[in-house]
């Protein structure tokens, strides 16, 4: 039975020949680059994320992966402690040591890219206890390495945990792990929810009068992507607050432009999806690409001024910074 191979929205390819892959190749040689800047860590708040049940907090361990704390929940996306991805060594610390996570209620998976599901970091979080959510495609591997609690999503599907509902998005990616597998599981990001905003939003016999109520923020995890109009349809349908957004590994641009933004695409999606706040991931952690952490940022603030985006909304974190997020009243929308 041939396997199922799925695609971008309009079929937009992410395919390279092995010209270009040269091309690329002699382009990095001939490149003077410096990357000694390296992000800088903080010590984790350990007391605060292993205490905490109540307050939504964000925490940057590196790449694209985050300790999410939201009602409840201790929440990780796209595992990823390794030490080096391929030939590419990690360029700083982890922002939470492993073996100091809070025990873990529920691990995101975007794609089966390594730098995105590191199966070796996912053994070590995973307890008996913990659902792991991923596109559909990727369910019977993660059963096959031994994990029993998985759940797999198609797009813009909805799956309730513990008082939260998440829902896979589409993303403009592709994925691989052997050279036998590409594409044969989806890509994606994720949206998360108060199951109680999804309840009242639905209830006809709601209160009409009063239709704001006190929520935690509405985040949306962007996995990785090239830039696409799923942004502005993933913000026609989601009330999204905190958008945790890619702005790395896009040079050169000629060759990544289908599946990483660049620093001014991760903006214009940042205000496509009509988020309020917006924290930069995908940078400075691995070499997967010609850029450095410090062009991607320095590309972010002059595009973000001339964008006239405010300094407040977007949230550069430090490994192992915390993002603490207050709860706010909030108008109880529909998605």
């Known amino acids: 039975m041939p396997k199922i191979r799925y695609n971008n929205i309009d079929n937009v390819s992410t395919d390279k020949t092995l010209k270009q892959f040269r091309q690329w190749r002699d382009e990095r040689r001939r490149k003077k680059k410096d990357y000694s800047y390296v ?7 350990l007391d605060y994320l292993h205490g905490n049940r109540h307050e ?4 940057w361990v590196g790449h694209s992966t985050f300790f999410i704390q939201y009602e409840g929940l201790n929440i990780v996306t796209d595992p990823v402690w390794a030490r080096r991805m391929a030939f590419s060594k990690r360029l ?19 794609h089966s890219h ?3 599901m590191h199966i070796s970091s996912i053994r070590r979080l995973y307890r008996a206890e913990t659902t792991i959510i991923v596109p559909v495609g990727l369910r019977r591997k993660m059963l096959s390495k031994g994990f029993r609690r998985v759940i797999e999503l198609q797009w813009w599907e909805s799956t309730t945990i513990g008082g939260v509902e998440i829902s896979f998005v589409p ?8 050279p036998f597998d590409t594409n044969t599981s989806h890509w994606g990001g994720f949206v998360l929810e108060p199951e109680l905003q999804q309840k009242e939003s639905r209830d006809p016999e709601a209160d009409s009068e009063d239709t704001t109520r006190v929520l935690p923020p509405n985040l949306y995890f962007a996995g990785d992507s090239g830039y696409f109009h799923g ?3 993933i913000g026609n349908r989601y009330n999204i607050h905190i958008a945790l957004m890619p702005i790395g590994a896009y040079e050169p641009e000629w060759f990544m432009t289908s599946q990483h933004v660049t620093p001014e695409e991760a903006l214009q999606a940042f205000l496509d999806v009509k988020a309020e706040t917006m924290i930069p991931m995908h940078y400075g952690t691995f070499r ?9 940022l320095e590309r972010l603030e002059l595009e973000r001024k001339r964008l006239g985006i405010s300094e407040e909304q977007i949230r550069i974190l430090k490994h192992g910074e ?5 709860p706010k009243r909030r108008e109880v929308q529909s998605s």
């Open 231 to 233: 942004f502005k349809e």
């Open 114 to 116: 390594y730098d995105h």
């Open 288 to 296: 997967l690409a010609d850029d450095t952490a410090q062009e991607a």
């Open 56 to 59: 939504t907090s964000v925490t």
């Open 322 to 326: 915390t993002f603490k997020v207050e």
């Open 39 to 45: 992000i800088p860590n903080l010590a984790p708040d």
């Open 92 to 110: 700083g610390e982890p922002g939470i040591p492993i073996d100091q996570v809070p025990p873990l209620d529920l691990i995101l998976i975007s």
């Open 171 to 178: 993303t403009q990616h592709w994925t691989r792990r052997t």
